[in-house]
């Protein structure tokens, strides 16, 4: 018995076929991915060449739940990815939620998806803004403590790297997530 050949898809195609098989309009794909919808229909009706620019490529992957390598023109970035526990954790719990990576993203308003699905795909860390934040974990629904726990070692994060010495100033910073937690009703 013969094995059939593997025929590998064009990039336009495979995004195309997923286009349809999502019911995804071209519009959201565009504001998803952080491109043009003119972007989009040149690049499914093959008008220009398939994108080349790894951000792109790995958006549109995130979004698609695939590896950019699966697109023959993906060449791996020298950016670094940031790899962050709390965003494994997101992935994990959109896959225990058996949701698409596109119906979680559909749960956020329209401007905040891009930086979602660049969260997802390492090229931004956790947000800040806790109320930011406790918006994924209300879609994923998510225990505000579990969320409180990321958003506290996210701001050390921040601090540290702004330049403060967490450490010799245990007591502000202390007395600083005290009051969070009050204002977030954990206490």
Same mark, same amino acid.
């Given at each position: 018995?013969? *094995?059939?050949?593997?025929?590998?898809?064009?990039?336009?195609?495979?995004?195309?076929?997923?286009?349809?098989?999502?019911?995804?309009?071209?519009? %959201?794909?565009?504001?998803?991915?952080?491109?043009?919808?003119?972007? /989009?229909?040149?690049?499914?009706?093959?008008?220009?060449?398939?994108?080349?620019?790894?951000?792109?490529?790995?958006?549109?992957?995130? /979004?698609?739940?695939i590896?950019?390598?699966?697109?023959?023109?993906?060449?791996?970035?020298q950016?670094?990815?940031?790899? %962050?526990?709390?965003?494994?954790?997101?992935?994990?719990?959109?896959?225990?939620?058996? !949701?698409?990576?596109?119906?979680?993203?559909?749960?956020?308003?329209?401007?905040?998806?891009?930086?979602? /699905?660049? !969260?997802?795909?390492?090229?931004?860390?956790?947000?800040?803004?806790?109320k930011?934040? *406790?918006m994924?974990?209300?879609?994923? %629904?998510? %225990?505000?403590?579990?969320?409180?726990?990321?958003?506290?070692?996210?701001?050390?994060?921040?601090?540290?790297?702004?330049?403060?010495?967490?450490?010799? *100033?245990?007591?502000?910073?202390?007395? !600083?997530?005290?009051?969070?937690?009050?204002?977030?009703?954990?206490?």
């Amino acid at each position: 018995m013969k *094995n059939k050949p593997i025929i590998e898809l064009k990039s336009s195609e495979k995004v195309a076929k997923f286009l349809e098989k999502n019911s995804l309009h071209k519009k %959201d794909f565009a504001e998803m991915i952080g491109v043009t919808l003119s972007y /989009v229909y040149n690049l499914i009706d093959e008008t220009i060449p398939f994108s080349t620019r790894s951000t792109t490529l790995e958006r549109i992957a995130t /979004v698609m739940e695939i590896e950019p390598e699966e697109f023959e023109e993906y060449k791996i970035p020298q950016e670094p990815i940031i790899l %962050d526990d709390s965003v494994e954790f997101f992935k994990n719990s959109i896959k225990e939620k058996n !949701m698409t990576v596109v119906n979680f993203l559909k749960s956020f308003p329209r401007k905040k998806r891009l930086d979602i /699905v660049d !969260m997802l795909r390492g090229a931004l860390p956790i947000p800040i803004d806790f109320k930011e934040l *406790n918006m994924v974990a209300q879609v994923l %629904d998510l %225990d505000k403590e579990d969320i409180y726990l990321m958003w506290e070692k996210r701001m050390k994060q921040v601090l540290e790297t702004s330049g403060m010495n967490i450490y010799s *100033n245990a007591a502000l910073v202390n007395s !600083m997530f005290d009051c969070a937690k009050k204002i977030i009703k954990l206490k």
